[in-house]
């Protein structure tokens, strides 16, 4: 019973990680985004999945746990590009002046 609750808990995080991800990717800059959140949900995610692995616990769950590792590290490369584009942004505006 835990599992399925676990798995319906990860199903909802994992929902919305996808609408961050197109958001952030439709946004072209940085500016909202921490990257210290990113880091600590991936951490959070790795230590889940390491969880489940020493435990033994290695069910359907952990596809749920490492589809929203590979979610939210697609945010964070979206991230990188758009810091990138920011810093572009300013050197053309630095440029113009």
């Given at each position: ?7 319906i ?6 929902a ?18 921490s ?33 929203n590792?590979?979610?939210?590290s ?24």
């Open positions: 019973m835990g599992t399925m609750f676990e798995t808990m990860l199903l909802c995080f994992g919305s990680w996808p609408l961050n991800v197109i958001k952030a990717y439709k946004a072209k800059t940085a500016k909202g985004t990257l210290p959140f990113i880091l600590l949900i991936i951490t959070g995610y790795i230590a889940g999945i390491t969880a489940k692995i020493i435990s033994g616990q290695v069910t359907y769950v952990l596809i749920a746990y490492v589809f590792l590979a979610i939210v697609l945010n964070l490369v979206i991230y990188f590009h758009n810091v990138s584009l920011d810093k572009k942004r300013v050197m053309e505006a630095e440029a113009h002046a």
